[in-house]
């Protein structure tokens, strides 16, 4: 019984990190129709900018504030300098996925040209463990799971009750329609750039706290992780996107105590491409 | 001795060369012709490079048993290779799930990348399949029990085969890709909601190219193993598709002959250049630098050449409008559009008076575009 306890609070700590990425990641496709591969890479990004700030002595959390502001400064230079410019030319979301991955590459291997090889990990105190009922959770890992809480809310506030957020949902849903309506849609495509690109790099940062040590290529499987929650729920759906990172994170971290750990991912692939395979729009996505 | 080495790196080079113009063979009748991106690529290569090493390597309790892995037959030569391709044909299959009409196309592609990051995941960890991480070793040359390995004569014969492969393989898509079939696969490229319901069978044409381009991946790796004797699974990482996606792009997508170029260009070109720049910085600089510089080739071309180094042909289908009632009054297009079109298009050489006369129009078009960009629906 310990086992699935200890098993479901490492989930929750995933699906905490994940569901901050996730959202991050399926609201730029939802405003732009672009499957940013080059997520994962913004992540380590912004976690090594925490990294530069926490090793000068200065408190992690401190970081976490200058990574999502890394996070957001590339994620709108990604999009104003490469994928808008390739929209503009009409090129195909096929080629966009291409141009995503050579952005993954001179993102995450220039990173690592400057960083060098070697894994690196954040100087910050886990402290006292606090338990929660059954489960026991340290300090920090507290922390993440409130934090994702807050940013949860705070997307789900800002999507429904704000002018922003209702843009932002007619943007994603027709955006011609949108801008005949009298909603700038190139703000709001800016604005949710610059809120995704903050999600983004709150979560490499946190990814980075949760995982310990990390180097340059770290966030690759990760992707993985955050793809599947996001086709799980649905591409584009923001409350999908929460879902598919509650279901993912559970059941990798639950099925890595049950299983064996090195296949713990593989879990996520098999929803992944099930979801692909028979139902594309997500479990939140209507039927087409 | 040096002048041995020389040698040695030459036909090492030619054998690369010819593994990784298989490679892009295959991506280039994939996703240059039939616009299928598969972005697990790699895992077809890898798959083959396998199933020819346990075909060709005796049961895994040889050698002191250092290594675990399936089957290990012993075959004989040319079964390995046949192997190779069977297995990277049949790893096809499972992936119809993703490609048929249903699932967006850049979907279907990060399904492929995907179930290539965790291919490669699972035959890292699950030992018992093809040794884990560290991989196979000592994986017999074909025909080693007649012949030298190490031996110059047979060096030069093995990469005699390999160009000798590559070129028949080259031959053999180029008139599949002029073929009716290959104008089939153009449309869908370029079309496939039109393809469909002009009644092409859009699951089964993406299935075949999956399973043909899978079977030279599969050869490509066969052939590769048996010259380099080992394969772990640090050789085939998701990264490798893009460089093979970025030779195709860059020698030009959709002709053949820039994907035999592309290959030379890119990962042969790019292993071979790193030898020569003299070290710098720390001992990971130079590879992290080639994987920004491939990135930053594969945007460049995108943005200022996509079509490649070497376009696809231009196509110009040609046909004519007979004088009589069921003549349209205006054909598509602007009648001087028509017109410039009349002076360059040729007519079949061959007695057709009645197909000059006044009142004959001819018309041409050209549909298939050189740049790739399915799902649009607009030619360009």
Redesign the interface.
Known sequence: MSLLLSSISFGLITAAVLSIAAVGFTLQFAVTDVLNLAFGAVMIVSAYVAYAINSLGVSVWVGVVAAAMTGAVVSLALNRGVYTPFKRRGISPIAMVIVALGMTLILEFGLQAIVGADSVSYRLNQGPNIGLGSFRFSLVQLVILSLALVIMTAVHALLRYSRLGKAMRATAANPSLARNSGIRTDQVVTVTWAISGALCGIAGSIFAIDAGSFGATSTDLFLVLILAAVFLGGPGQAYGAMLGAAIIGLSTEVGAAYITPAYKDVIAFVLLLGMLALRPTGLLGNRT | MGHNAAIFYIITLLVYGGVDALACLGLSIQFGVA?V?N?GFIIFQAAGAYAAGVLSMPGDSANGGFQSYIAGLDLPFPLPWIGAAVVGGLLALPFT??VGK??????????L???A??AN??VT??RPLFNGSAGLSLVPAPLQDSFDPQSTGYQWGYCGAVILLAALVYYLLHRLTESPYGRTLRAMRDNDVVADSLGKNVLSLRLSMLVLGGAIAGLSGGILVGFINLWAPSGWG??ET?VL??AV?IGGAGNHKGAILGAILVPLGFLEASRFIPPF?????IP?????A???L??GF??FR?QGILPEKRRVNIGFVLPGPQRPERLPGSSTKVATLCRRCRVPPGPQPRLRGPGVRCFASTRVSPR?????GTA?
């Open positions: 616009g991106t972005f799930l993703l249903r699932l967006r196309g850049d979907f279907a592609a990060v399904g990348l995907v179930a990051v965790m995941l699972l960890n699950y998701y990264a893009v996606f970025a792009i910085g720390s001992p990971g600089l992290a630098l080639q994987w920004v491939i990135g930053l594969i945007i995108i943005w996509p790739f960009h399915p799902n649009t360009r």
